[in-house]
């Protein structure tokens, strides 16, 4: 089992910045990749950004993938604190959604998206024009 808790969603203006942290607990997370998820309403939960843990590679998912690797989100972990964190910049009000936390086990295709099976309770990222 492994726990997240997803917290920094809030208000923020078009061209604004957040960062979204994800703190996990329960194991040993060398064996996990750990993903951000996002979900408009009314919209399917749409693929971000994951993370190996051991090694930190990152994957991005179209929607956020810029040109020549330039992206508007950028995920990154800190091992000693067992945190995950998705800086976003240049907020758009197309990213408005509620963002989710996920943890899959190496050997699935956790870098397409796929595979995770434990997720947090989300954190509202608004944002306004």
């Known amino acids: 089992q492994v726990l997240l808790v997803e917290s920094g969603g809030g208000l923020v203006q078009t061209g604004g910045s957040l960062r979204l942290s994800c703190a996990a607990s329960?194991?040993?997370?060398?064996?996990?990749?750990m993903g951000w998820f996002r979900q408009a309403l009314g919209k399917e939960r749409e693929y971000v950004a994951a993370i190996r843990w051991s090694d930190g590679r990152s994957y991005y998912g179209d929607s956020v993938k810029g040109r020549f690797g330039k992206g508007r989100f950028t995920i990154s972990r800190d091992n000693a604190n067992n945190t995950v964190y998705l800086q976003m910049n240049s907020l758009k009000a197309e990213d408005t959604a509620v963002y989710y936390c996920a943890a899959a086990r190496l050997g699935t295709n956790w870098f397409e998206g796929l595979g995770y099976a434990y997720w947090g309770q989300g954190t509202q990222v608004t944002v306004s024009s």
């Open positions: 329960g194991r040993t997370l060398n064996n996990y990749a």
